[in-house]
């Protein structure tokens, strides 16, 4: 059995109006200091003024996760009940009008959106990461090379963005296809090693592209002030324990590939490309999609994808049974992207209007949170 690693999870939302369901745009001071008062120091801020993240503390399992989280989500949302508010936990709302949302006015949020325009301000998306703690000595991008091809697989579990502007966007994960007009936040760089990594980032730096303290975005990377690999592709996750599934099979890749060193897919230029490929069909077609297999090369369903991660790095506690038995479930029965489709037609099908189905959607998604 693999070393255990601690590890942190980080949950981005939006706040909405519950009578409406429209994202609050200029949240009231009440609410903010609601959701300072249930998050403490856990409340993180985001982007924009409507939307919050909760940063976990370190957990050694999957039960303390779920602990903090269920009590976190039950009593933010409790609180901002009171206010008349509530937490949307999709990836994407389908009807938010982003060109009305307000930017954070923090120096930091302020000089994202003067470099980033407009991509800046279409960036109405929630996200989940999962931060591993990796031992001392661990070459962090080496690592990263190794997991690079099963974090496809990782963002089909969680797919939760199909909407986008009042349509169904084709996509089960538009929020990935927005994040891909953003520099350095797609699949992170060819770097063989940290070193590697480090002149890439003393290049940008020397160049103007990338500021002293600047960060990528990557779908994965090296964490800036952790000693941690950090899980960024996957979209959030309405119902909780789908996000604990998604950190428990991230988790246990992270110990296995630690404690084996040089295990798991080799790095190569064909390996590059099979990734690119499959992160492309995540996006687009999410478990539904058929995919390039482990070995062979050859055609795999998602499922059949999963299975071959658990005959390759078979799971060693009960916290990564549980992970892969859960996702198993998700790939059977659907993620949220699945369910909030399902909902839309079943609302045209009623004969309701755009309006109205959308806010079928909705609801369906705050009653998961």
């Not at 039960?63 to 009171?82: P, V």
């Not at 190794?146 to 963002?155: A, E």
């Not at 090369?297 to 916290?319: F, I």
Request: overall charge neutral.
């Amino acid at each position: 059995m693999a070393d255990a690693c601690t590890f942190g999870i980080e949950e981005e939302y939006l706040l909405v109006d519950l009578a409406s369901g429209r994202v609050l745009a200029t949240p009231s001071a009440a609410i903010d200091r609601r959701c300072c008062e249930v998050l403490g120091n856990c409340l993180a801020e985001e982007m924009f003024r409507s939307q919050i993240e909760i940063a976990s503390p370190v957990f050694a399992n999957l039960h303390q996760a779920r602990g903090f989280f269920s009590e976190s989500r039950q009593r933010l949302n409790q609180a901002l009940a009171e206010e008349g508010a509530g937490l949307y936990c999709a990836a994407s709302h389908p009807s938010a009008q982003w060109l009305r949302q307000h930017a954070r006015q923090t120096a930091h949020y302020r000089q994202v959106f003067d470099d980033y325009q407009l991509v800046a301000r279409r960036s109405l998306l929630n996200g989940l990461h999962v931060h591993v703690g990796v031992p001392p000595g661990c070459d962090r991008m080496q690592l990263i090379n190794r997991l690079l091809y099963w974090l496809p697989l990782l963002l089909v579990l969680s797919t939760s963005s199909p909407l986008w502007g009042g349509e169904a966007t084709g996509y089960m994960s538009y929020r990935r296809v927005v994040c891909g007009e953003w520099p350095h936040m797609g699949l992170p760089e060819p770097l063989a090693d940290w070193g590697a990594y480090q002149r890439y980032r003393a290049l940008l730096q020397r160049t103007g592209a990338l500021a002293e303290d600047g960060a990528f975005w990557w779908a994965i990377r090296p964490s800036m002030r952790l000693p941690t690999v950090e899980l960024r592709i996957c979209d959030g996750c309405p119902r909780l324990e789908d996000g604990l599934a998604i950190a428990g099979l991230f988790r246990h890749l992270v110990e296995q590939l630690v404690q084996r060193r040089h295990g798991g897919m080799p790095v190569s230029r064909e390996l590059r490309w099979l990734t690119q490929e499959n992160y492309w069909r995540a996006c687009r077609h999410g478990r539904h999609g058929t995919y390039i297999g482990v070995h062979d090369q050859q055609p795999v369903s998602a499922a059949g994808w999963l299975a071959q991660l658990q005959a390759q790095l078979p799971p060693d506690t009960a916290d990564a049974e549980r992970a892969f038995s859960h996702a198993a479930q998700v790939l059977r029965e659907g993620t949220s992207a699945d369910r909030q489709l399902a909902a839309l037609a079943l609302a045209r099908d009623q004969g309701q209007d755009p309006r109205q189905a959308m806010s079928e959607v909705i609801a369906k998604v705050m009653a998961e949170a």
